[in-house]
């Protein structure tokens, strides 16, 4: 079985396609049990005209089409920064099994930062939730991706 890592790797894939198209680079793969990416997905609020675009949603929807299945019962969702408050409802409603993220999201987050949803007693799901991984590599990407937008805005 490919680790953690491997996958984060993927997902860090999908956050390099959300910068190439403007948006803030938050990427994310959804793997089945067999070790297979069913689903992929990157920011693109912006350019879809769509609050709910994010990326853990655009890889639930992706899988969801694939598998024919909204429910991704056994599926792990790895995406590069903690969900927020949409994505977290989302990730339970599909029914995954456990999510794996990077770095954490200190203004909107909701496993580490700001609340923990996915421990809520009154869900009728649990999802095994794991952070940290790459998030040294999330947290550059992340960095660079506002620091080039901030000299941007400064030249003009």
Same mark, same amino acid.
């Given at each position: ?56 949603? /655009? ?38 099994? /456990? ?49 080039? /937008? ?7």
């Amino acid at each position: 079985m490919r680790s953690d890592e491997f996958y984060m790797h993927r997902a860090l894939e999908q956050a390099r396609l959300a910068w190439e198209a403007g948006e803030v680079p938050v990427g994310a793969v959804v793997v089945d049990p067999r070790g297979e990416i069913v689903g992929a997905g990157y920011n693109a609020p912006v350019a879809g005209h769509d609050p709910s675009a994010h990326a853990e949603i /655009r890889a639930l929807r992706d899988a969801g089409a694939r598998l024919a299945n909204y429910r991704l019962a056994g599926c792990t969702l790895y995406v590069t920064l903690e969900p927020c408050m949409m994505c977290t409802g989302a990730i339970i409603h599909a029914r995954l099994a /456990r999510v794996v993220y990077g770095a954490a999201e200190p203004r909107t987050g909701m496993v580490e930062s700001r609340a923990n949803l996915f421990a809520q007693p009154w869900h009728n799901h649990r999802v095994r939730v794991e952070g940290g991984v790459l998030a040294g590599r999330v947290a550059k990407l992340l960095k660079a991706f506002f620091a080039d /937008r901030r000299s941007d805005a400064g030249a003009r």
